[in-house]
């Protein structure tokens, strides 16, 4: 067993668009620059990872616009560069300045993005669930389908989407090709579990349809090759050769609701042989 997790503290940066919310837990008494980490969806769940990855750095987790307990992003079809802009400009009102990066699916083509961007701020790279995908037609049809504006109404319309769109989400990939040849291996995590991911999805009821369509849309063919900084991703990800300088690990990252105590060691073990390497 892992032994008792640390203080992991709630917080909001105001930019423009309103309140981003973020954790943030750790010290500086490592001397190590901060770890800034972008969830896919709430900052909570990066809790396990954070506490993990120990108390001598400072560690951000900062959600994304539309996300969790932050505003939502104002136009009505927004890019990945405007989710990356709005997070810069919340990282610039929490004084972070240099930084390593931490990205987890959605989450991870933000950083990707914010790399590109602004590679001087970026010291090392960390990429979880990137998905870059070869296949066209899977692409479009995941920006058409995956997240459809959710029905919101007196009959809980929205309440059922969420519960089956989470609960399937852990059966099938995508969650909406129920079939046996779609099936995914590692069956449902508790009921506990599912409840908070239903919780926090349901507070991006409004918003998550544009999050995943940025998400998906993502020209990951023409971005992910500009990145210049040195970057570590899981063997999920098959983009080494893609990105210049890319480190690909043996074990796949974080899952927050299916990792178990020894991944997460595994997991923060490599990510910190990698960030405090030369």
């Known amino acids: 067993m892992m032994g008792e997790a640390m203080k992991i503290l709630r917080a909001f940066a105001e ?83 240099r930084f390593d990066l931490y990205g987890a699916h959605q989450g991870a083509r933000a950083a990707a993005e914010i790399a590109v961007l602004a590679p001087g701020r970026v010291h090392k790279l960390v990429l979880d669930g990137v998905g870059h995908f070869d ?30 769109y989470v609960r399937d989400s852990f059966l099938f990939w995508p969650y909406y090709m129920r079939d046996a040849e779609h099936a995914l291996d590692d069956g449902l995590p ?47 990800d098959a983009v080494v050769g893609v990105i210049p300088d890319c480190t690909q690990t043996d074990h796949g990252f974080f899952d927050s609701a299916q990792s178990t105590d020894e991944k997460v060691a595994a997991i923060a073990a490599s990510m910190r042989d990698f960030l405090d390497g030369a």
């Open 15 to 97: 930019i423009e668009e309103g309140q981003v919310h973020y954790m943030h837990a750790g010290s500086d008494s490592g001397g190590h620059l901060p770890l800034v980490m972008i969830p896919h969806a709430a900052a909570a769940e990066q809790a396990r990872l954070i506490s993990a990855l120990g108390d001598d750095r400072r560690i951000y987790s900062v959600e994304l616009l539309g996300m969790g307990d932050s505003a939502p992003p104002p136009n009505a079809e927004p890019g990945m560069t405007d989710f990356a802009e709005a997070l810069m400009r919340a990282l610039d009102a929490l004084g972070l300045d």
């Open 135 to 164: 296949d066209p037609s899977l692409k479009a049809d995941l920006i058409d389908n995956y997240m459809p504006p959710m029905q919101i109404d007196h009959m809980g319309t929205q309440v059922r989407f969420v519960w089956h």
């Open 190 to 236: 508790s009921a506990g579990v599912l409840h908070d991911k239903v919780v926090d999805t349901l507070k991006s009821a409004r918003t998550l349809h544009k999050n995943l369509k940025a998400t998906f849309a993502y020209p990951t063919h023409e971005r992910l090759p500009k990145i210049t900084v040195p970057t570590l991703v899981s063997r999920m």
